[in-house]
């Protein structure tokens, strides 16, 4: 069974800083998709990054960016130039399917991230 | 184009009663799928449901929980005798097919009196 793992229970970054979320999975697979969402305190989950594991390429999103090691099984996020509304649960998901596949999304417990002003 | 509709927002249920959460997926989407999260958790994997056929329901617990989601209206997670343990948020994702993201409901936060 596929699992994610975030071992960051809690982050805080100075407003405007720079701060790294960790995720590490572990799978068989050769060809899955990892997600990272935000959950903020209104309890959406909103797709922030999504990476194929076909692409060497990092994705990128504006602020956010991800450092995948397929090799290392390690998904990181980059957020750059921290917003006060980047204050949120941050969960780290993966999938076999393009957008879930027949066995939904696994996700990771979360990293709740604070942002100081 | 509306998102992904869950309701209701709130469900209180004394135990033993039954609940039935609702959800709508976006329009186009034929892909939905459940999820639970408990408190200070990440989200579980419950069914996986297109139109009128269940596809995968590894994550559901084998008794008191079903799903359907018929030709016609939303899909309905339904469980039934409800106890404290089953106090969650329950969220809805849908997709248009497996080659797009899930776009996830706001929840539906069920509460075990």
């Known amino acids: 069974a596929q699992t994610v793992t975030q071992s960051q229970p809690e982050m805080s970054v100075q407003e405007a800083e720079t701060v790294t979320l960790s995720c590490t999975y572990d799978t068989s697979e050769s060809d899955y998709y990892l997600f990272w969402y935000k959950q903020p305190p209104s309890r959406q989950m909103i797709l922030v990054i999504r990476?194929?594991?076909?692409?060497?390429q990092n994705a990128t999103e504006n602020r956010f960016s991800v450092n995948f090691q397929k090799a290392a099984k390690s998904f990181s996020l980059k957020i750059s130039d921290s917003q006060l509304g980047d204050a949120a649960m941050y969960f780290c998901a993966y999938s076999t399917g393009s957008g879930g596949g027949a066995d939904g999304l696994t996700f990771g417990k979360g990293t709740h991230l604070i942002i100081q002003p | 184009n509306a998102g992904v509709m869950q309701n209701p927002r709130h469900l209180v249920r004394r135990r033993g009663q039954e609940a039935r959460l609702r959800c709508s997926p976006m329009?186009?989407?034929?892909?939905v799928y459940w999820y639970r999260q408990l408190p200070e958790e990440g989200l579980k994997f419950m069914v996986y449901l297109q139109k009128e056929n269940i596809i995968d329901e590894s994550g559901m617990p084998k008794e008191r929980f079903s799903a359907e989601f018929p030709k016609e209206g939303p899909s309905i997670l339904r469980i039934q005798q409800v106890v404290r343990g089953d106090s969650a948020a329950y969220f809805c994702?849908?997709?248009?097919?497996?080659?797009?993201?899930?776009?996830f409901g706001d929840g539906t936060r069920l509460s075990i009196l």
């Open positions: 994702a849908s997709s248009a097919y497996d080659g797009q993201p899930q776009h």
């Open positions: 329009k186009g989407h034929s892909h």
């Open positions: 990476q194929e594991a076909y692409k060497q």
